[in-house]
């Protein structure tokens, strides 16, 4: 598929920088170029020095380098050039003002490149996605999840099973609509053989504990305990800015406070909450509610406990902990030497104040972070929206297995190809049509 418009957009952000990139894509980019330059277009995809100069007045507006990509050899599939030139703001305005005196040129619309290159088979969707997520990347795991799709693991995985399972159909659609082919009498059972391996490794895929999905939105952690334990102090020293208010009184955090930080490569987004208590207070109330429903859905809880209250503290939290939760005794700088009492779990001790224990909590959630993201084997699954369509593949897949009617195995196997098919962006019939023809024969 080839759009008729070409469009035009930089490619680098806004601001001063020693260069800026502006891209072009469409059947007018290589005339374009030529009227930019006053040159003929050069050899393809090579990088040569040329002056960029106005298509109407001659003016010379940049020295720069200038790129050519043929169709269908680009990132969008269609005839494409680059403009890299000097990042200063009025040459990119200028540039960019030049270009909308071209005819056949517009403005590119927020991702339209990279869905011509989708409309253009050179990406699929969740190619598209890796794209995307590697822009936004802001931590080292992100980054390499994000390059592993990019290079179409993902969609090679789902395109394999997408693959077994048409083949399959394609034996049952053979069996329905031409009965006179000399096709298996065991047809049924062989196809729910070849089905049944798809289904185990979609199953498997799905119980991965929302590794890829964790590691896109982050790890969320939530800062907990009872008022003046030192939350919002360790809250501020884990994000390394005065992001909280620190006071002596009591029920001074009222509302959820949140941070997105980096921690050992893998993205965090820490919480601070209101200290729980009773009080008659609404205002307090409602944030010490909140933070107990924040608790409810973070990944990880972190309490904070006074070192020297630990034993009468940690009671009214224990409902609230699960297993891998961490228990802070904070301020141990005021023990003078005392130890800590048994209380029948680990407890980590840390004094915000002077420093101590910051590094063994920071290297914990670390840990905690890398087991709850790292993906081993297969690539993760990184989207809702992937989960949902491959559970409704599994369902489909698991009815089958059951049906002796061959219609409705096919019909099963149908909705399966289909699921797997939006998870791509490649639903075609004829890839069904083209294996029947080819498997059995039909119509010689």
Known sequence: MTEDSTIYAPATAPGRSGLAVIRLSGPAAGDSLRRLTGEPLSEARRIVRRSINHPI?????DQGMVAW?????SFTGEEGAELYLHGGRAVVAAVLAALAQLPNLKLAEPGEFTRRAFLNGRLDLT???GFADLVAAETEAQRRQAVRQLDGVLGELYGGWSESLTTALARLEAAIDFPDEDLPANLIVSVTEQVAPVAKAIAEHLADGHRGERLREGLSVVI?????????????ALARREAAIVSPQEG???DVLEVALDLGGYPVLLADTAGLRRTRNEIEAEGVRRAE?????????????????????????LNLKQDRDLVLANKTDLLAGRPLPEVGLPLLPISVRSGAGLNELVARISQIAAESMDSVGSPALTRARHRSALEEALVALTRSRVAHDP???AEDLRLAV????????????????DRIFSEFCIGK
């Open 293 to 317: 429903r924040r608790a409810e859905d973070a990944d990880l809880r972190i309490f904070v406990l006074d070192a020297e209250r630990v034993a009468d503290q940690l009671p009214n939290l």
């Open 418 to 433: 289909r699921a797997l098919g939006r998870i791509t962006g490649r639903v075609d019939v004829e890839d069904l049509l």
């Open 252 to 254: 001074t955090t009222r």
């Open 57 to 61: 007045t001659g003016e010379t507006l």
């Open 127 to 129: 190619e598209v996605e």
């Open 69 to 73: 990509f043929p169709a269908p050899r």
């Open 407 to 409: 219609e409705l195995v």
């Open 224 to 236: 907990m305990g009872p008022p003046n334990a030192g939350k919002s102090s360790l809250f501020n």
